[in-house]
């Protein structure tokens, strides 16, 4: 009996054991010990299609290629980000190959972007960008969106010393973590406000009073803080901070005080959903300040195409706008200009757009975001001459470029972005204009707003 | 002391949201009370009734709460297909296949929305009484939020017909008492399953119309998610399976929700809206400590 | 006729149900070894007395001793692993769990909780079932037996409990004589072989009251009308009157 | 009563083995496939997921939809245990028992405040109780500003002054996915030793008939208590491994979120609940086919011109759904049902 028993376990041991190999093998086979080139995956162009933009962006057959990776959201919270993250990247990494790739002594590389679905959950992205760097061969990655995918992805890269350009909605303590290879191309969350404030001290020697109202989340709640902080230091007077929670469907109970308070600028928001509830709600209980900014919602067409007249004057800060006059003829000094020009840029995003049967999308800052990553990416690269990621990162620590996105230079204690500036746009008769910093404005700024009454 | 002011206005919102909520719940709660199913899809069903309350209004040019009309339409129909393609293998499964299959569902239905209609947060303005002003004790609400109010109840009457007034509504309360039992006395209940997931279906559909002709913004293929989680607390509240249970216990929710706000605002260096949320499910727990079976299950 | 010493009392036990008197000071007294059939109409109040012995229901007055304890307060699985076992009108068996496994519990949590080893009660399981003829189905689902067989798996479940008062609910009900005749054989080699007392609920089957019984309680709406040996009871005018709507029998 | 009955533990192991082989296949394959680790380490966490929330769920019956709760909490002590040694100097080493024990014990403390509450509701009611809970927690830590509020708890920064950059490198990557191998061991013995103890019976009795369980002698609280806060202290124990030490911050919004919850539920049904070898094998499945849908399925379908995001949660779906129809007892049950010989049926515990 015993004896049997003995026997018996060791079979179905090894019978399981083969299951899971056989399995192992069925999910594997074609992963695992291919020649490492990062071309395995390349999709034969069908005939007739020669220009198809598939998963990877093809190069031109010939010419050595530099594969950036990325997980993007495009399923999820942040599916509206991923999609026009997507569609920047892979404008700018077309603008790129189109005028002459990258060179390096005397060879030229394209780019290609090899990107993964995290479907916006931290759990998803850890074996993705394992993959990506494992066996795609990608040494240069554009980090998940939001801090706490970032997080997850962050121990794996610095293991495997890949670069991870930070292109949206990461917090600020992200880089104070230490991270050696994560680096940021956009104005971090604690300085979204920054213009908006400076803006209303420079127009209006009068106000006086900030009320803030803020989602709880991770990204705006740095935000919130960033705001607060800064118009204190410029002599504001926060009166009131109150935030509501990730899923409000209702905010008149926060908002109602404002009524009485009258506080001369409202800022605040979070998010597209909620800020547009935000927005339409000021409006319904007639509460007007000089001045309202609202973060991420108000930069999108949608915004004014849903809420009409609730729209009208309402303010942003905007990492970029499609407006901006950035171009080779200012750059600031101690910058060189580097990339697409704005024109080429929407020129190339339409491109991509169109092949993906998005033609009619116009690119909002996220789009932006991460063709400002890809750039910041190609202009390290060249300035170190090598693909070496330690090289790069050392290089990235000297790049200051001036492209269509603005100023991109980074702290190099902490990869922490200190170049970039944030723009205010601002709804005007159903339009969005630039309306700060004066050098980019294209209209002045609609203060105090229309129906303000004192 | 919270000025009056302030606490007839949250009692009046809450109220309005509330039975917003609670027909949001009803069709969720019909389901359970005869299939025995807790559908965890609830919420991408609520998204696609706010979806055709947009495109009733952008597109056709009609009134949103139309989309009323049009959610019991496609709820009808794809409550049917979803029965007899997957609900109906489930029966003698146990209950918690059910749950990964409604789930799934879930997921199908919000990845191909946002196949069709993008990812990005759209909304609408439509205040077709703008110009006149509804005042209750001080406090004046919009027109739409209270047409959406109207509507919520006018569906609640709607459901109410169908259940106590027809030979259907006789045949699924004999199946949720006792379904050997009806099967007895020669109910089809294989048909009444099918015709009672289409009508919670339906129901849900409808209410995110609903839902949109009152919120107006904020319409995305993830929408649903907190109505999933808010419908189940409802639910359970009310008393799995009740349908007057449902709709009052989502009246209560909303007005604890806006009323607890202003206990909570005097208190220092709390987020009071944020901690309502928390205050909402204390209270669940509380009805359920007092009545494990919801204020009004069996 | 038994004369061991009482092992469970019943004192004036009141029970209401909002306004119903489903119990009305009820006095009983059981001892060990003994075969008592407590017989009534539906209605009677039967099932409520079984679930205020075993604990499920709490009495409003009165109190339960057993083996000298007063345990009117005690949940039922602390009742059962000191000893009161119990079957259901409508059998209870775990559907999903095999035969053996539903008596292996039963032996595990019973009065000897604590005292035997999971192997041990597997082994005691299987004994048990063989006494009441389920071997063949020692390996079966519960869910899967004809009611007779789960009826039957009940009362090897309670009987590996090892209880010293085993209350059958209708165990009989719904039987053929000759299946009825067999379980209540079991039960007396049972009760024979380690000293249980037996109190069965029944409510038509007098033949089996009249052939097992060794003592019969008679109960009338919440109270006990009648208590005595079979054969004195069953003609009891009283009886004869309410009970069997004067047909002698 | 004896505890450490041979008869037991022999059964224990003999349960114990296939479930043990299959993880020894995953460390092998954490190791020798390269590229991969970090999808193995997934399937790991997900199997792990899975096997904790079982413990209560699959022999219970009872449905914890708040689960995931334990592991935030337990990431939060892990995280807060890590803070404290930081700033007293402790050696790194210190950490990993303390901040295990933390985070069980937050968990258990937890479990133990919900069990006196839900445990005393049945089905759907006790599963939408700890919703409640779950999300009640969340919005608690946001609005009353625990631990960093809505920003959260970034601990990177002293797990690096606890183990030094290297050695942080080391623990986030590797190290924290080979204690989560050992804690899946662990689990699995943990699990074999409850089904083949009478604890295993008593569970099951309940999960098939509560009433009938409480009259044949078995305390259900009890029971019910121990299995709920077993399965929390593991829980508690995989959220401080997975998410404290390996990602070093902790957001209300992404550690209390709920998909996590209704992604174990996934598992362990695709598997087969209440069984040993069910939440692994359905961890295997549910994982491997997001990979697979992910990284192959979806780049061939736009190869061929069809394009849209999400594609491969389309694809998913449905699969899902076939699956549960085609085993609504989970992949474990159905080889139960369908594999008569006895010797292979060993092994499917």
Redesign the interface.
Known sequence: MQGQ?KT??I???A???LI??A??YF??A????QPATGQQ?E?QP?AG?QQ?Q??QEQAPPAEEKIVVGATLS????Y??E??MS?LGALAAIRWINDNGGIKIGDKTYMLELKY??D?S????V??????L???DQVQFLLAPYS??LT??A???A??YGAIMISHGGA?D??F????KYVVQVLTPASRYFVSVIDLVKAIDPEAKTIAIVYK???FS??VA?GAKKYAEQQGFQVVYY?????????????L?PLKEMKPDIIIGGGH???G??LA?QLY?LGIKPKLVAILV?PA?P?FY??????AEGIAYPSQWEPGVKFSPDNVPPGYEWYGPTVDEFLQYFKMVAEE???GDLVPSYHAADAAAAILFLAKAIEMAQSLDPDDVRQAMNDVAIFTFYGKIKIDPETGLQIGHEMIVGQWQNGRKVIIWPPEAAEAEPLYPMPGYTG | MPDLNLLVASIISGLLIGAVYGIATVGLNLIFGVLRIVNVGHGAFIMLGAYLAFIVYTSLGLPPLLGVVAGLAVGAVLGLIIYYLVIRYLHDAPELATLLATFAIGILIQELVKAVMGPDSRGFVWNPLAAYEFEIFGYKPSSFQILAALSSLALLAFLYVVIYRTRLGLAIRAVVQDREGAMVVGIDVERIYAASFALGIMVTVASGAILAAYLQTGIHPYMGEIYTLKGFVIAVMGGLGSIPGAFIAGVLFGLFENVSYLLLAGIEGVQPLVLTRSIAFLLLLLILLVKPTGLMGR | MSSGREVLRVENVTKRFGGIVALDKVNLSIREGEMMSIIGPNGSGKTTLFNVINGVLKPDEGRVVFEGRDVTELPPYKRAAMGIARTFQIPKPWPNLSVRENVAIGALFGRLQGKITVKEAIAMADEIIEMVGLSEKAEAEAGKLTVPEKKLLELARAIAMKPKVLLLDEVVAGMSPRDADKVMETVVRVKREYGIAVVSLVEHVMRVVARYAERVVVMHQGRVLVEGPPGEVLRHPKVVEVYLGGEAI | MALVDPWTVREAVRKSLPALAIYAVLLAAYFLIPGKSQLFATILFYALLGQAFNIFMGMTGYVDFGYVAFLAVGAYAFGVTAMALASLGSPGWTLIPLGLLAAAGAAMILASMVGAIALRLRGAYFAIATIGVNEGLRYFFEGANILGGSIGLYIVKDLKTLFGDEGYQFMATIAADLLMFGLAGFTVLVTAWILSSRMGFALQAIREDEDAARALGVNVTKYKVLAFMTSGALGGMLGALNWALKEGVLEPETVFFIVYTVEAIIIVVLGGAGTLLGPIVGALIYIGLNYVSNVYAAPLLEGIGIKASGLHLILLAPILIAFIIAAPNGIIGLLRERIRNPTIRRFLV
């Open positions: 028993n018996l376990l079979a179905g041991a019978i399981v054991v899971i190999l399995a192992g999910l594997f074609g992963g695992g010990e995956q999709e069908a299609q198809e598939q998963q495009l399923t999820g919270k599916a509206k991923g999609e997507l993964y679905d479907e959950n931290k759990d998803r850890k074996s993705l960008v394992e993959r760097i494992k066996e801090s706490g997080a997850a962050a121990p794996i610095e293991k917090s303590k992200i104070q973590q230490g991270y709880e989340n991770p709640s740095v803080e109150q935030s509501y929670p990730a899923d409000a469907q209702d905010l008149t109970p926060v109602q597209f959903a909620d547009q509830l339409r319904e919602a999108l949608e195409e849903t809420l009409g007249d609730a993906r049967g998005k």
